[in-house]
């Protein structure tokens, strides 16, 4: 663009040659006359150059430059001057114009000023854009200088504030203005002046920035000490204060806030992983993500697209901005997949999509969702199948779930009533009793049972317990209620018949008891384990049982009597499940002295047929024993004659032992009763109803006798052509009699101790086992004690044998029973040999009394038997007696086998039988025949027969 002059000259001669040279020079030029025009010139453009009149009017030209001033720009004048004015050049020099040009104007020098304007336009133009710059700067600097919250200060190479920033923290002790020109170390306080200076002096040396903090009234200044360089030099420094107190709590907060990640990272469950959305770089990953994902170094740096199967299509999502991707299939380091869930979080970090996944492994949950399905297909199979009638329903009361045969009870279609009320089944009163359970059932009471009268489909009323049972859920409230019912009618119905039984039961009871209470005999009945179960008054009488205190106790305690003979009754029973009757003993009852009782016991049976206990029943026979005893000691037991005191021992001990199972053996001489006493026990026991088998055990070989009493089987031996019982499987459930014991070989003495102990025992032959139920009686005239000293018999079997021994006595030891003795066979051999054999004569009767009798009972009935054959009847006379007994007798005199002299009263007794010797009785019995006859030691019936052979029978 052409410069702009501007020709402010009065003189329109002058005004039109500049401005036409100018022209000609292809400058623009505006032209004035007067200062208004010059001024109007000014207001519409910049003119570069100015050639303005000294005199214009009023107006001098320079004033031009003070309107261009105030316009805001500077312009070269040079003012026309007349030729003849003096000191032109201090005009120039006081105004500020630029030169000046005498009038008329000299065409060479007016075009060298035109030049010279030019450029010193240009230069103004250069100055001005330079100072402008320069102020620019200056604004900048202290724009910066107060930019920030730092406090900034430049100082000079010695230290001196150049500039101060108002603004930031008060690093120096007076305001920013003071402190210019003034040295900063003087502006702070001691100490800080001290390291500052420290500071700045290394860094005047080292050119390096210097570093340090400061404490400040609580506050931490950080404080940057930056030498400026100039070439080589120092041009000075530049201090950056800062207080970095909040930035120092920040970082703090920061490093709290990193390690709280961090431990929300690691301690979550799920696997968590940081990546880059758009490259799918895995930036960070907790604990729980390398173990899921079977890494053991870190995993940052990884692609997504290595744990993920299908990858693209995930993270595709993920980009898309899904938040859930419900299932997809992850890959672990080896290579094995495993579906997850991930939720995807998003944020964005230095301009980069950053995003947080979590990942959790659902093959477990899978698996338990896949069990749940088959638990509930199993359910629901299970329930179908029942007939209970099932439901389940909310706690409000709706039916969620019915099985088949609910449906068929109310006659109503599943699907119909899922959905329905519950509740409305029931009467008021047992919706409110519901209601009351589902308010506590999860407090603890979570099964409920009621018994509801319902009516079936077919209108038929029916009783059906319902049992509730809630369920809860995992904050332990009620979810569901699942309820089971079942037609309990016919059980109502039996219960119903079964109270109006137990009624009947009851009142049958109590007959009973009023029964048991009018018998005087007591009674005491036992469990099996022998504990009272009841006891009628009279044990209370009788027996002094307390019957408040005797239930439940056991009997021994209840009845704590020496040789408790109810106790042993009470324990055969129940151990043999036998019924033992008419066993007597004696009692010491503080109250009543001595009785004697007769024991019957019973077992108790069950109604499942089993034994379940015993009754006793103790009778008071104490005056009928009283009675008996006073007519006398028995004549005889069961067959076995003999009133002597030693067989009244025996008797009693007979009597016992006939109603027990235990093992027996009994002694005596040859001839004295042994098997009449083994007879005895068997058919007064309780097996008197089963086989007795009898066994003379001397009188078979080893073999023989093995054969005979275990069996054989066939070909155990030559000649066993078939098989063949033995005589303890004959002997079941009897008893076996096994005479002559103390003759049986060692081999069939181990055998029987096994039977003994066991009740087993082998056939000859055979290898399986038998088992018999068999009371072994066994009988010997050896010395046993003197078998097993010399070891012949076994010590064990000796004992076994011998727990119960009858030991029977010679008749020379009991010959008060002779007289007896010969009556009984008198009588067998008259009814044998169809005589009438009464008595015999007092001579004979004599002989016996003397005779030792080495042959015992069995010598004496054949010596009557021998004289029955020869007697015609009525009386044996000597004269019918065994000629060698006779002469032995006569003969020897005392060379007969006596053992001793008879004694007293069984001699007088037995030579008293005779005519004088009766009398003698009767007289001073007072003509008491039973009881002359008592005294005479012979049957009643004897007395009468002889009195009346004697004729006096009156
Ligand atoms: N107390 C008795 N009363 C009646 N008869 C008896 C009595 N004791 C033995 N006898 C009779 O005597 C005979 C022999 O008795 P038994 O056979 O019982 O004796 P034993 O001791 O078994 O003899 P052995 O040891 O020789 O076998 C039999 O006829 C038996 O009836």
Redesign the pocket.
């Known amino acids: 663009m052409a410069p702009i002059f501007l020709v402010a000259e009065g003189d329109h001669d002058i005004r039109g040659l500049i401005a036409d040279t100018l022209a000609g020079k292809g400058h623009r030029v505006e032209t004035a006359g007067t200062m208004a025009e010059a001024c109007a010139v000014m207001a519409r453009v910049e003119p570069d150059v100015i050639f303005a009149a000294l005199d214009l009017g009023s107006h001098h030209g320079y004033d031009l430059l003070r309107v261009a001033g105030d316009a805001g720009y500077e312009v070269p004048l040079i003012l026309l001057v007349d030729a003849d004015m003096d000191d032109p050049g201090g005009v120039v020099v006081r105004f500020g114009a630029m030169t000046y040009l005498k009038k008329p104007v000299d065409r060479r020098r007016f075009l060298m000023l035109v030049c010279l304007g030019l450029e010193m336009k240009a230069s103004m133009v250069r100055e001005r854009d330079r100072g402008r710059r320069l102020a620019r700067m200056s604004g900048f600097l202290g724009a910066l200088v107060n930019a920030g919250d730092e406090t900034v200060l430049l100082l000079d190479e010695e230290g001196g504030v150049l500039r101060a920033g108002e603004r930031g923290v008060p690093l120096i002790q007076c305001p920013a203005a003071d402190a210019v020109g003034r040295p900063y170390l003087s502006l702070l306080p001691d100490g800080s002046a001290r390291l500052q200076g420290e500071a700045m002096a290394r860094a005047g040396v080292t050119l390096l920035p210097q570093r340090l903090r400061e404490q400040r009234d609580g506050s931490t200044l950080d404080i940057l000490i930056r030498p400026v360089p100039d070439g080589d030099c120092l041009a000075g420094f530049v201090v950056i204060a800062r207080d970095i107190t909040a930035s120092l709590c920040t970082e703090a907060g920061l490093a709290g806030c990193e390690k709280r990640y961090r431990s929300v990272c690691e301690a979550a469950r799920a696997a968590i992983l940081v990546f880059e959305r758009e490259s799918g770089v895995i930036l960070d990953c907790n604990e729980a993500a390398r173990k899921l994902y079977g890494y053991d170094e870190a995993m940052p740096g990884l692609d997504m697209a290595e744990l993920l199967d299908g990858s693209e299509r995930v993270l595709e999502a993920i980009r898309a901005g899904v938040e859930r991707v419900p299932l997809s299939r992850h890959r672990r380091k080896d290579g094995t997949l495993f579906p997850a869930e991930m939720s995807v979080s998003q944020f964005e970090h230095e301009g980069r999509e950053i995003c947080t996944a979590y990942v959790q492994d659902v093959s477990h949950r899978r698996a338990v969702e896949e069990a749940l399905r088959e638990g509930a297909r199993l359910y629901r199979a299970v329930v179908e199948d029942q007939t209970e009638l099932i439901c389940r329903y909310t706690p409000d009361g709706a039916l969620s779930f019915v099985n088949e045969a609910y449906a068929k009870f109310f006659g109503v279609d599943e699907d119909e009533v899922v959905g329905r009320e519950f509740f409305p089944i029931m009467a008021g009163e047992e919706r409110r009793d519901q209601r009351a359970w589902l308010r506590e059932a999860a407090a603890g009471r979570p099964v409920f049972d009621r018994e509801q009268r319902v009516t079936r489909h077919d209108g038929q009323e029916r009783w059906v317990l319902w049992t509730n049972r809630a369920v809860l859920d995992q904050f332990g409230a009620v979810s569901e209620i699942q309820t089971v019912g079942r037609d309990i009618t016919e059980r109502r119905e039996a219960e119903r018949a079964l109270g109006l039984a137990m009624a009947e039961k009851e009142q049958y009871r109590l007959n009973l008891e009023a029964t048991f209470r009018s018998i005087p005999d007591a009674i005491i009945t036992v469990d099996s384990e022998l504990r009272v179960i009841a006891t009628n008054s009279a044990a209370g009488s009788l027996l002094g049982i307390d019957r408040e205190r005797a239930n439940g106790v056991h009997f021994s305690e209840v009845l704590p009597v020496p040789g408790n003979a109810c106790l042993s009754v009470l324990k055969q029973v129940l151990r043999t499940s036998r019924s033992v009757h008419g066993y007597e003993a004696e009692f010491t009852i503080p109250a009543l002295g001595v009785r004697t009782a007769e024991l019957n016991c019973t077992p108790l049976i069950d109604q499942d047929k089993r034994h379940s206990g015993a009754v006793l029943v103790v009778r008071d026979i104490s005056r009928i024993a009283d009675l008996e005893k006073r007519l006398q000691e028995r004549q005889?037991f069961r067959?076995?004659?003999?009133r002597s005191s030693a067989m009244q021992d025996i008797y009693r001990l007979l009597e016992q032992l006939s109603s027990l199972d235990s093992t027996v053996i009994i002694l005596?001489e040859?001839?004295?009763?042994?098997?009449?006493v083994a007879e005895a026990l068997h058919y007064g026991g309780s097996r008197a109803g089963h086989p007795m088998v009898k066994v003379n055990c001397s009188a078979l070989t080893e073999s023989l006798l093995e054969s005979e009493l275990f069996g054989h089987v066939r070909g155990a031996f030559t000649g066993a052509i078939r098989d063949k019982a033995g005589r303890i499987q004959t002997a079941e459930g009897g008893t076996l009699f096994l005479?002559e014991i103390g003759d049986i070989s060692p081999l069939i003495q181990l055998k029987l101790l096994r039977f003994l102990e066991q009740k087993e025992y082998e056939r000859v032959g055979e290898s399986r086992t038998s088992v018999a139920d068999v009371r072994i009686i066994a009988?010997t005239?050896a010395d046993l004690r003197g078998s097993v000293r010399r070891g012949a018999f076994r010590e064990d079997l000796y004992y076994r044998l011998n727990v119960m021994p009858v030991s029977?006595p010679p008749l020379r030891a009991r010959q008060a029973d002779i007289p007896l003795?010969v009556d009984?066979f008198l009588e067998l051999f008259s009814s044998q040999f169809g005589k009438a054999f009464e008595v015999v004569a007092g001579e004979v009767m004599d002989l016996f009394m003397s005779y030792a009798w080495p042959g015992n009972?069995?010598e004496l009935?054949h010596i009557l038997e021998h004289a029955c054959i020869l007697s015609p009847g009525g009386e044996i006379l000597l004269k019918h007696m065994r000629r060698d007994f006779v002469d032995h007798m006569f003969g020897s005199g005392q060379g007969a086998p006596m053992a001793g002299p008879p004694t007293g009263p069984v001699a007088a007794s037995g030579r008293a039988t005779g005519r004088e010797g009766v009398l003698a009785a009767l007289e001073r019995c007072g003509g008491n025949k039973a009881r002359a006859a008592r005294q005479l030691g012979i049957h009643r019936a004897t007395l009468y027969r002889r009195l009346k052979g004697w004729g006096l029978a009156d």
């Open positions: 005889g067959g076995i004659i003999g005596g040859s001839g004295t009763g042994k098997e009449l005479d009988a005239n029977l003795l009984h009972i069995r009935r």
